[in-house]
């Protein structure tokens, strides 16, 4: 039985319908909820999907990402903190980047931080994925020219990008299929599967991706993905195999694990 919230005085009572229903962060996301809330009937339906398992960034509407409010809805992939760390290296590695493309884009969360922290301001940005609940969020939270396509990785991008991609970024899926049952119910229930489940290994996509990316990419260009600790070396050897020069990059703080592939200067 649910109950009613009044968004002027019920931080004690969200916080306690949140901590019973298991929330870890109970005092941050109540706050976090009234905020967002406009009606008590609307603050009510809010706790009681987050106390139900649906994730926090859907309740509200939008997560946040490196620094921006990045749109979100039910059934589209939830960007994770740790992928800030893949944006970061590759504005490093490539700081004069002028066409991106962002692949397996879900919320479209990477390539809006990279048009946004690129210090050029005429950067082509093109996003894809095969979920069309990610494609609509993406094009809501792309800037104005980016441009976003549905379809299955490479296939529904522009063919004249072949050879002129600078930024490469891939957040495909590597959680193995056996261990997607695992996952936070969060992840399993409520995001779609084909934004998890990364085959037999992990890395049935990403090879996919390593097999075509030298022909996108400029010469210097670089490819750029999340996988997990376990799987670096497998990953960076699927990166070799296509001809890229493989480096993995790692950060603590983050949990991440970053492999980058570049393509030799002709």
Known sequence: MSISFDPSSSLPAVVG???AAGCVFA???AELLLSAARTCAELTAMVERRACGHPLEHVLGWA????????VEPGVFVPRRRT????RRAVAAHPDAGVVVDLC????????ALAASLPGSAVELHASDIEPAAVRCARRNLPEGARVHEGDLFDPLPGGLRGRVDILAANVPYVPTEEVGLLPAEA??????????????????????????GVWLAPGGILLF?????????????????????RAATCEEL?????????PAA
């Not at 946040?64 to 749109?71: H, K, M, Q, Y």
């Not at 884009?105 to 809006?112: I, L, N």
């Not at 779609?192 to 037999?200: H, I, Q, S, Y």
């Open 27 to 29: 005092e941050d996301e």
């Open 255 to 263: 949990y991440a694990t970053v492999v980058v592939g570049t393509k």
């Open 188 to 213: 399993r229930v409520h995001e779609p599967l084909v934004a998890l489940d990364g085959g037999t290994d992990g890395l049935d996509v990403l090879r996919r991706v390593t097999a075509e990316a």
């Open 17 to 19: 319908r949140l901590r």
């Open 84 to 87: 800030e760390f893949l944006v």
């Open 64 to 71: 946040e990402f490196c620094g921006l409010r990045v749109a």
């Open 105 to 112: 884009c879900g919320s479209g969360a990477v390539g809006a």
């Open 226 to 246: 999340e996988t997990s600790e376990r799987q670096a070396a497998d990953a960076l050897a699927a990166v070799a195999t296509s001809g890229l020069v493989p």
